[in-house]
T-cell receptor, first 115, second 109 residues
């Protein structure tokens, strides 16, 4: 009965490849997120998405694209992987109301290493 | 720009009390959050303050002063399992969470 799940947990790949990370939540939340946590441990929001709106952090390269087949899933597709993409990627979800949106539930993370 | 500052690392002794400070400058304010992140794991929600004052939850308390742009997380009766990073985050005017870099708390026996 995992609340937010991500696959794979580890991903090792070559520069230039295309890869996807999957995320699913069974909390009935309306909003889902993708975060990148680099080696300095900064959590940076990449995308937030609900059934109405996709908000993209303007610093995110367009090689990264979120895909949401339904409101319980938000997958992350990455084209032409670069060395600097190596990081831990966290999926998260929350309710959409103003008093609940900051209480986010995180998946276990995907550790991406680009060689 | 938006900025959240917290100490990089703190050390405390098992059984003691520790206070982790956070100062923020953000475009708008809709609440301040503390999260705990153990090494190699995901962040988990600890506390939420939107009004000035102290919120107590067991051994953990969080304080907010909006006029000073300041919060602290107080951990009492420290246990070894409290060794983790503690992340301060502010919900800005766009309802986006802005995160601090986290404070790594080391507990010594």
């Amino acid at each position: 009965d995992t609340a937010v799940s991500q696959t794979p947990k580890y991903l090792v790949t070559q520069m230039g490849n295309d890869k996807s990370i999957k995320c699913e939540q069974n909390l009935g939340h309306d909003t889902m997120y993708w975060y990148k946590q680099d080696s300095k441990k900064f959590l940076k929001i990449m995308f937030s998405y609900n059934n109405k709106e996709l908000i993209i952090n303007e610093t995110v390269p367009n090689r990264f694209s979120p895909k949401s087949p339904d409101k319980a899933h938000l997958n992350l597709h990455i084209n032409s992987l670069e060395l600097g993409d190596s990081a831990v990627y966290f999926c998260a979800s929350s309710q959409d109301s103003p008093d609940r949106i900051g209480t986010q539930y995180f998946g276990p993370g995907t550790r991406l290493l680009v060689l | 720009g938006q900025n959240i500052d917290q100490p990089t690392e703190m050390t405390a002794t098992e059984g003691a009390i520790v206070q982790i400070n956070c100062t923020y400058q953000t475009s708008g304010f809709n609440g301040l959050f503390w999260y705990q992140q153990h090494a190699g794991e995901a962040p988990t929600f600890l506390s939420y303050n939107v009004l000035d004052g102290l919120e107590e939850k067991g051994r953990f308390s969080s304080f907010l002063s909006r006029s000073k742009g300041y919060s602290y997380l107080l951990l009492k009766e420290l246990q070894m399992k409290d060794s983790a990073s503690y992340l301060c985050a502010v919900l800005d005017s766009n309802y986006q969470l802005i995160w601090g870099a986290g404070t790594k708390l080391i507990i010594k026996p």
